[in-house]
């Protein structure tokens, strides 16, 4: 990272619900939610295993060859889009790599998930049987320090439940709050405390107004939404997120341009971009 700056985001994956591979999908990307943040001091913090995971993988295991690698790997929940990516994360296999994996259940729960997923007969090597080094923690509701950079986790309205995350190092702030949907005044009211003055917002942007209304329900949110809450939280950023699988590029696009309007500092997340603070 260029001296000056405490955070740097990038895009794995920005798609919701699953891959979506295709000639009108390279513009903002196919791959399902994985988002990477890194610190001044090169503290790997990783948001979602989704597929965009295995490509951050390849980056890491040629960055960090010979090398011991530490990541920390926070999950909002465990819907197959958000931990698909992990067993074809390639550190996995390395003996020098240290996985510390963070979520809202027991540590016990989540290796129980995640083990699952790469069990007889879905998977042809077995979770307990990689190299890594693969620890589990519970989030509290206390922010949690890693190095140079805080971690806080809230509650989201979504099927079955999931948690948002805001991030901070340095004064720079990045909250990270996908599969929600917007409409409980209590969750509502959490997400716009915790968005607070935030440098950048990502945000669950799965559908527009017409859509929405025949998905309520599902635990998706909207573009417009979305810029009523970097509104009203008074956000520096918002990046649309989670986009569905059906939406082209030009969709995408379209979106990107009426979030603009409502919000100026809106834009549709792509997969590959980077942000520095
Ligand atoms: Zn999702
Ligand atoms: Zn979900």
């Known amino acids: 990272m260029e001296p000056g700056h405490k955070l740097q985001l990038r895009f794995w994956g920005v798609r919701g619900s699953t891959p979506a591979p295709g000639k009108d999908k390279l513009v903002y990307g196919g791959n399902t939610p994985c988002v990477e943040i890194r610190t001044a001091s090169n503290q790997v913090l990783v948001f979602d295993a989704g597929s965009g995971m295995r490509e951050l993988g390849h980056q ?9 690698l530490s990541v920390h790997l926070f999950l909002t929940h465990f819907h197959w889009d958000h931990i698909q990516g992990l067993p074809y ?18 540590g016990q729960e989540t290796r129980r998930v995640l083990e699952g ?10 979770f307990a049987d990689v190299s ?17 950079v805080s971690v806080e986790s809230f509650p989201l309205n979504h099927p079955q439940g999931a948690y948002g995350y805001r991030i901070e190092a340095g004064g ?14 209590k969750f509502d009211g959490v997400l ?11 945000y669950d942007a799965q559908y527009n107004d017409e859509e929405y209304a025949s998905h309520r329900g599902w635990g998706h949110s909207t573009w417009h939404e979305a810029t009523r809450v970097a509104r009203d939280a008074g956000v520096g950023r918002l990046f649309l997120f989670h986009f569905d699988p059906a939406h082209t590029d030009a969709r995408v696009a379209e979106s990107e341009r009426l979030a603009a309007a ?3 500092a809106a834009c549709a997340a792509r997969e590959g971009s980077v942000l520095l603070l």
């Open 60 to 68: 890491l295991a040629s960055e960090f060859a010979g090398q011991d």
């Open 89 to 106: 994360f390639q550190p996995l296999f390395s003996p020098d790599t240290r996985l510390n994996v963070h979520s809202w259940t027991s």
């Open 117 to 126: 997923q790469m069990g007889t007969p879905y998977f042809p090597v077995n």
């Open 132 to 148: 890594a080094r693969v620890r589990f923690a519970q989030m509290k509701s206390e922010r949690v320090k890693i190095g140079d």
């Open 172 to 185: 720079k702030s990045i909250v990270y709050a996908t599969d929600l949907e917007h409409g409980d005044a």
């Open 192 to 202: 716009r405390d915790y968005a607070s003055g935030a440098d950048v917002l990502i």
């Open 262 to 264: 409502e919000f100026e």
